[in-house]
């Protein structure tokens, strides 16, 4: 099992959310909530309104998101789904943990006890120059007071 830090639409109450519950792309188990250690900038972009996390450490917020460990079935499928490596890049970030849920061996749990573990995050270091400019997010919501409404594959 791979642990991974989803920040955007694959989070809890989000539009793609139905896939990292959805067994037939593999498994997802719900760990815990977490922010990252580093600043990053998050933000939403292009003409279908996605969440990107640019990869320039040490600007922007610490991005809260949901921790998940997942089977290799579903790092798959969420490498597909997040257009790896060309759209974004799959790259492990430490994830300072916020609320932990998670069940595991003692090495997980001591992980979580120091508040720190490590987990493959999306992110990307393929994006027009101008989005470094867009403003700032510290989370993300669909349906958020920014007032850019995510576009679905299915509606594009």
């Known amino acids: 099992m791979a642990r991974v830090f989803v920040y955007g639409t694959l989070k809890k109450g989000q539009p793609n959310y139905k896939h990292m519950i959805n067994t037939a792309k593999g498994l997802a188990k719900f760990q ?11 933000v939403i972009a292009g003409k279908y309104n996605i969440p990107y996390m640019l990869n320039i450490p040490g600007t922007g917020h610490h991005v809260a998101g949901e921790i998940y460990s997942v089977d290799d079935q579903m790092l798959q499928f969420l490498d597909e789904f997040e257009g790896c490596p060309d759209m974004y890049q799959r790259t492990l970030m430490r994830i300072e943990v916020v609320e932990w849920e998670g069940k595991g061996g003692a090495g997980e749990a001591r992980a979580a006890a120091e508040g720190v573990v490590e987990c493959f995050v999306y992110s990307t ?3 027009p120059p101008e989005w470094v400019g867009l403003p700032y997010h510290d989370s993300y919501d669909s349906s958020g007071k920014h007032g850019l409404s995510y576009v ?3 509606s594009r």
């Open 152 to 154: 679905l594959r299915e």
């Open 125 to 127: 270091m393929t994006y």
């Open 32 to 42: 815990g909530r977490g922010r990252t250690v580093e600043k990053y900038p998050l």
